[in-house]
């Protein structure tokens, strides 16, 4: 069925270390996928995409993979900063996907201590 | 920087009132939608709309739910006759295009509490 999900809830992290947040799609027929950051009382905030044709982005301080073997996509955020504690969500689109309909994972929280 | 905008913040109804959430979307943007996240769960996709009609619906989006572009700058979310199970957090969200690396803006998000 459609599902995407998180490995951990929680991840807590010491400053200046990398972050790594997982993320599980069962949908193989996906072919676009979107990391988001949700600070508290605030909409979900675009980070990084990937289509499925690739299998590694980067961005400033933030790197998504995507394994489609297993359907895994991953978030890595280098020298992780206070700023960056949030609920982080994957989210994919599905083909044909031109209605932009977009499904959530569950979201893991990133904890950043000082 | 252009951003989504929701009014109101929170709303609080009572069971089996209507309520309209209200969005503007950024401007030159052309696909809009409504998202809702129960508090502490996922966030999950309502309707998408383009062309004054709706493009896509989820499960979700019943009879009680319809949507609107009454004018040129505003979205609107109706829901008929609440229930308590409608209370979550609801986000409208724009894009230029539908189609795949078109950025989804999200605004803050309208708190509705059903009582």
């Known amino acids: 069925g459609e599902s995407v999900g998180l490995h951990l809830p929680t991840l807590s992290v010491q400053e200046g270390d990398n972050s790594i947040i997982n993320c599980a799609y069962s949908?193989?027929?996906?072919?676009?996928f979107i990391w988001y950051k949700q600070e508290s009382g605030k909409g979900p905030q675009f980070i990084i995409d990937?289509?499925?044709?690739?299998d590694k982005r980067q961005g400033q301080r933030v790197t998504v993979l995507l394994n489609k073997t297993v359907k895994h996509l991953s978030l890595q955020i280098a020298a992780t900063q206070p700023g960056d504690s949030a609920v982080y969500f994957c989210?994919?689109?599905?083909?044909?996907?031109?209605?932009?309909?977009?499904?959530f994972g569950q979201g893991t929280t990133l904890q950043v201590k000082p | 920087e252009p951003e989504v905008t929701q009014t109101p913040s929170h709303q609080v109804t009572q069971m089996g009132q209507e309520v309209i959430l209200r969005c503007v979307p950024i401007?030159?943007?052309?696909?809009f939608y409504w998202y809702r996240q129960i508090l502490g769960q996922k966030v999950e996709f309502l309707v998408s709309?383009?062309?004054?009609?709706?493009?896509?619906k989820s499960e979700i989006f019943d009879d009680q739910f319809s949507v609107e572009r009454p004018d040129g700058s505003n979205f609107t979310l109706k829901i008929r006759s609440t229930k308590l199970e409608d209370s979550a957090m609801y986000f409208c969200?724009?894009?230029?295009?539908?189609?795949?690396?078109?950025?989804?803006?999200f605004g803050p998000g309208t708190r509705l509490t059903v009582t």
């Open positions: 969200a724009s894009s230029r295009t539908s189609r795949t690396r078109s950025e989804q803006y």
């Open positions: 949908n193989s027929a996906s072919d676009y």
């Open positions: 990937i289509r499925s044709n690739m």
């Open positions: 989210a994919e689109n599905i083909p044909p996907g031109n209605t932009g309909k977009l499904i």
């Open positions: 401007s030159n943007h052309l696909y």
């Open positions: 709309f383009y062309n004054n009609e709706i493009s896509e």
